[in-house]
């Protein structure tokens, strides 16, 4: 299993791009199933949850062919209705097969994904929509058994904005027969992609961004040819790497709007950052302060960059209050940066950092999570030691040669075979 060795102490200077989204690239992967036929996706990342994503798709009778960051998928009738538990369990975002296959074949078996290191996270807001829609959804055996002559379209209210629900409905609605109103839905940018890839395949979608989805479903949809939009969990980690190493980094290819939480955050702690359409770039800075973050739904604190952030709140002067308020495990991450010497109490979901300029040490870790490892790697950053994170098969499900970005703005990190 490979490993991640990082000698912290230098300060991270240049430019570097983003990649494509792996929370865009995954649903708009699925959504292909919603018709036959040869779609066309740019700017996919080259990850691992995209090839676990490949693997169900070539399962459900899919040819997918990759040159570079462009991956073309091949809509055949699937033989079997079924996305089996060995592929399922590797990403728990294999659920999203569930809409499409319901909508357009009126039958699908999807093993129940299961909780992670992160929460529970049950699928309660996929089933129960899709029940209000006309399907018949058991679960038996560990899978999802859903059945449907074709879905009808209804009102429907989430009692949560989730992402994934909010996707599912999305495509399943989208060949349902009459109009679908969903309300309290997500905005994240990643909906409003699948929207538009939707909306070129012929779905007649409306109010994406905004609180309510409305879809008027259609008989039959086309094939897409669509570009992912760039990863802003990706972007801003790369912001902080370069904030919390002093140090002065561009960061391209990146949609600054999309992740302003993070970058007002920044400047609250005396960071001076400067934005165009496209790239975001962090200055050189000595000292910052320590300030309080709620994640929330987007547009607020993304879930996905609270552990990054609490290793910049390490380095901060003063004490920052970090409240988790998505998922109920979050903080996994906390005993690991302890490890390297951080001061964290960790109370239910809200982690109290005092921070301490230097206060970091290198020491070996474990990631328990995506971001976690992410922000082991910050963190490793900011010292003035060696650290190993062990366990990276974890990063390498959503970051793109993370290590090579960071080496080419002059961090010390390299991958080895353990
Ligand atoms: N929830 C339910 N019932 C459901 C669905 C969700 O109770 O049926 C709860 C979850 O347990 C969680 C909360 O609602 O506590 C939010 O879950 P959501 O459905 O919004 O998240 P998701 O679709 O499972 C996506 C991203 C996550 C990201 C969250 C929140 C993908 C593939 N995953 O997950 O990304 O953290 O939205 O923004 O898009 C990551 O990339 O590291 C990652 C975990």
């Known amino acids: 299993m490979d490993i991640i060795v990082i000698k912290g102490g230098r300060q991270l200077n240049g430019t570097v791009a983003t990649s494509g989204a792996k929370n865009a690239a995954l649903p708009l992967l699925f959504s292909s199933l919603l018709a036959q036929g040869e779609h066309v996706f740019d700017n996919v990342p080259r990850l691992n949850d995209i090839d676990s994503t490949e693997l169900l798709l070539n399962h459900l009778n899919c040819e997918t062919q990759r040159n570079g960051h462009q991956l073309k998928v091949n809509v055949n009738r699937p033989q079997s209705l079924v996305a089996p538990y060995d592929i399922v369990r590797k990403m728990r975002a294999s659920i999203l097969c569930l809409g499409p296959l319901i909508a357009r074949y009126g039958e699908a078996k999807v093993s129940l994904p299961g909780g992670c290191a ?86 007649k979608i409306q109010g994406e961004g905004s609180s309510v989805i409305t879809i008027e479903g259609v008989d039959e949809l086309q094939p897409a040819r669509h570009r992912v939009i760039p990863d802003r969990i990706e972007a801003g980690t790369l912001l902080l790497a370069g904030a919390i190493t002093g140090g002065d980094v561009k960061v391209t290819n990146c949609v600054p709007k999309d992740f302003d939480a993070l970058i007002n955050k920044l400047i609250d702690c005396g960071f001076a950052v400067e934005c165009g359409d496209d790239w975001v770039r962090v200055k050189p800075c000595d000292r910052w302060v320590a300030v309080d973050v709620d994640t929330a739904p987007h547009p607020g604190f993304p879930t996905d960059l609270q552990a990054q952030f609490m290793a910049l709140m390490t380095q901060a002067d003063g004490t920052s209050v970090i409240t988790e308020r998505i998922f109920e495990n979050r903080f996994m991450h906390v005993q690991e940066l302890a490890r390297m010497g951080a001061n964290i109490t960790p109370k239910s979901q809200v982690s109290v950092v005092r921070g301490e300029k230097g206060g970091l040490s290198a020491a070996p870790v474990m990631a328990t999570d995506l971001r976690a490892s992410a922000s082991l790697i910050l963190a490793a950053l900011a010292t003035d030691g060696e650290t190993t994170v062990n366990r990276i098969y974890h990063l390498d499900r959503g970051y793109e040669k993370l290590e090579e970005k960071l080496s080419s703005l002059g961090a010390c990190i390299e991958r080895r075979a353990n």
Do not use: W
């Open 118 to 203: 992160i929460g529970s996270r049950p699928i309660n807001l996929h089933i129960e929509p899709l029940r209000q829609l006309g399907a018949e959804i058991d679960i038996e055996n560990g899978y999802v058994m859903a059945r449907a002559n074709r879905l009808v379209g209804d009102r429907i209210v989430f009692d949560f904005a989730t992402v994934g629900g909010t996707e599912n409905i999305m495509m399943a609605a989208s060949l349902a027969r009459g109009t679908t109103i969903m309300e309290n839905v997500a905005k994240e940018p990643e909906i409003v992609d699948l929207a538009r890839c939707l909306r070129s395949m012929g779905a």
